[in-house]
């Protein structure tokens, strides 16, 4: 049966959502549990991660099967944007999601770090097909490349921070995070509620340098293959949880009671994982620019290019396009 699996983290995500939470907050029990709802819903983890990534090749080859959303600022939208591209930001994406048309949405930043949240928000209400642009705007034309002057190698600072060898640290279960609502609903309206403080108060991201330097302060979690791992190293004392499911339990291997760092390529992949656990309580940040503001030189894949002309090469980018003013 499906949620076999399941029975030992639902009991204790009913006990723990719903009971010890602030004195200002009650606490009710919804018709089913969250991580029921999430599961049954295919609204686990890995289904928020399938197909969440589109290239600006890929966009500009069938144009007109694309809503695209800007959350840039409006200053920077309304200096140039993406021709039919509509602007929106946290507080009004699911307004303008809604005319979407059945077209599938794209949602881009500047270089598609902070459209994770707003995508993770877009899926978890409905809109599952909704993509993140790769790479944000930086990918569309050199005049939004907002990427080139971000990459770095700040890891090789920290020689006790950033380390070539040993294994991952072994993962253990921990029961989910408490989570204080007034939500007396059902579990839909317990995770909109959940999704509209994910858009209210955001998430917190993390600066290499300061996970760099304390990474026992944090819960560092290295999103790659083994083989990456083997050939760049890591962060001090991280685990490698890849399962990263409510159904399977890799979620229960993240701590709730310390910082959660996710890190991977770009923090775009952390981005979409950072937003989802903050949605279901815990203390996620994202490392910003991951891989690419650590070991950006070491990098053989999965890198940002300077722009020559107006394409990421090797990436297929567009060539020169006409900016909407």
């Known amino acids: 049966m499906k949620l076999n699996k399941l029975v030992m983290p639902v009991i204790i995500l009913s006990i723990l959502i719903f009971t010890g939470c602030d004195s200002d907050n009650t606490t009710n029990t919804p018709d089913e549990t969250l991580v029921e709802y999430l599961v049954e819903n295919n609204l686990d983890l890995p289904d928020m991660l399938d197909g969440w990534i589109i290239t600006a090749s890929a966009v500009n080859s069938s144009f007109d099967d694309y809503y695209i959303i800007d959350t840039r600022s409006q200053g920077d939208y309304d200096i140039g944007h993406i021709p039919g591209a509509v602007w929106a930001d946290a507080s009004t994406i699911l307004d303008v999601a809604s005319n979407s048309g059945g077209k599938i949405i794209v949602v881009h930043c500047y ?93 917190a991201y993390a600066n290499a340098t300061d996970v760099l330097a304390d990474p026992s302060s944090f819960f560092v979690n290295n999103y790659w293959p083994q083989t990456a791992w083997d050939d760049y190293g890591h962060i001090s004392g991280a685990y490698r949880i890849s399962t990263l499911s409510l159904e399977d339990g890799g979620i229960n291997n993240m701590d709730p009671d310390v910082p959660v760092i996710n890190y991977c390529w770009t923090s775009q992949t952390s981005g979409m994982i950072t937003a989802y656990l903050t949605v279901l309580g815990y203390e996620a940040q994202s490392l910003i620019k991951g891989a690419n503001g650590m070991i950006w030189s070491q990098l053989t894949s999965h890198k940002w290019d300077t722009f020559s002309g107006n394409g990421i090469p090797g990436e297929n980018a567009p060539g020169d396009y006409t900016i909407e003013n």
């Open 111 to 203: 270089k598609g770090i902070g459209a994770t949240r707003l995508l993770i928000a877009l899926r978890l209400s409905g809109y599952e097909d909704a993509k993140s642009l790769k790479f944000g705007a930086s990918s569309w034309h050199a005049d939004f490349d907002s990427w080139s002057g971000a990459v770095g190698d700040v890891a090789t600072s920290y020689p006790n921070g950033w380390v070539t060898s040993g294994d991952p640290t072994p993962a253990v279960d921990y029961a989910y995070p408490q989570i204080a609502t007034e939500e007396v609903g059902s579990a839909a309206a317990l995770l909109a509620e959940r999704v509209d403080i994910l858009l209210t108060d955001g998430y």
